[in-house]
């Protein structure tokens, strides 16, 4: 006789929040700088259907990796200030949470992209990613966590918008013209993205991607493009900071706030060395079932977020380049 085998139970909301609610005691970074990856990934598991026991796994998993916060009372924050100081993160945790609780999440989040949308690089993109997973699970304490990730590694980029509008293949064009800068080995993206803010000529060139309604679609198939050409690393982070800003649309406070991210997604395509790319190296051949369920068995936090965010994006703009993204990130 055949015996049937039980279906693993699903991840649940409720569990996706105790989980969260007990991470807000570990640090936003660790290793001397690296995003804290673990939020994100788990809101980005249980949307992608992952059992509870995978995703009480990878938890136990990465947290052993993690380092804790540091006790103590933050103090007050003057939020022109102690813009881009990263020891400032729990001063940014309790200003924002007290925002939130006076005026509810929508607004809250409503009034801190006004601040922060002009630093949407912030961390590789990081404070940004954490922001829109938070928005995702809808839970108070870690988007007030986002948002202080992204406040205390504020990212600001010069841009003039002086002399015409450029579309997309002449802007790529343009920005393949700046002289490229120096930085020391190991520098992370962070540090590479502002080396590039530094150049001449950048301010007068990343400012000047013509913006309408399709703006951001171009730049995540941009994103998603070039990552199925290349799997470069930093062309990955593009591509899921370009899902976070689609998840945080309903709240930009003004359409032109969202020029900050193009300006960080030229420093970041810059970064990455990767040869930008306008269409696709082949045609996917997984199809999406296999590829989620690949992504909710790997251990790669970054695997996660991209299959997470490109099958995301696919839902608004079917694009076969999507799936070939997420192809490039699961090995076979």
């Known amino acids: 006789m055949l015996t049937k085998t039980a279906t693993p139970a699903p991840a649940t909301l409720a569990q996706l929040h105790c989980l969260l609610d007990a991470g807000q005691a570990l640090s936003a970074t660790y290793r001397g700088g690296l995003s804290n990856h673990l939020p994100m990934a788990q809101q980005a598991l249980l949307e992608l259907g992952a ?89 108070e304490a870690e988007l007030a966590a986002g948002l202080a990730h992204w406040a205390a590694h504020f990212l600001p980029l010069p841009a003039v918008v002086d002399g015409p509008a450029l579309d997309l293949p002449d802007w790529l064009q343009a920005l393949a013209r700046l002289p490229r800068p120096a930085w020391p080995a190991g520098t992370l993206i962070s540090g590479r993205m502002q080396a590039w803010g530094t150049v001449p000529g950048f301010a007068a060139v990343a400012g000047r991607l013509r913006h309408g309604p399709d703006t951001l679609r171009q730049l995540a198939l941009l994103a998603a493009r070039t990552y199925a050409a290349s799997g470069n690393f930093t062309v990955l982070h593009l591509l899921t900071a370009s899902h976070a800003m689609s998840v945080l649309e309903p709240w930009w406070p003004a359409p032109e706030l969202a020029r900050g ?41 970054h695997v996660i977020k991209l299959t997470h965010a490109a099958w995301r994006l696919g839902r608004r703009w079917p694009d076969p380049a999507w799936r070939r993204a997420a192809e490039r990130a699961i090995p076979v």
């Open 51 to 139: 059992s509870a026991a995978r995703l009480q796994a990878f938890t136990e998993a990465r947290e052993a990796l993690l380092e804790p916060r540091s006790a103590g009372r933050p103090a007050r924050i003057a939020v022109e200030r102690d813009l881009g100081r990263p020891d400032s993160d729990a001063a940014w945790r309790m200003h924002f949470g007290s925002r939130i609780e006076a005026q509810g999440m929508a607004a809250a989040l409503r009034e801190a992209l006004t601040l922060l949308l002009p630093g949407a690089g912030a961390i590789a993109f990081h404070g940004l990613i954490r922001t829109a997973h938070a928005v995702l699970a809808g839970h």
């Open 261 to 301: 991210f193009s300006v960080a997604a030229a420093a970041g395509l810059l970064a990455s060395g990767a040869a930008p790319a306008l269409g696709l190296d082949r045609e996917p051949s997984r199809p999406w079932p296999a590829l989620i369920s690949a992504a909710c068995d790997q251990d790669d936090e």
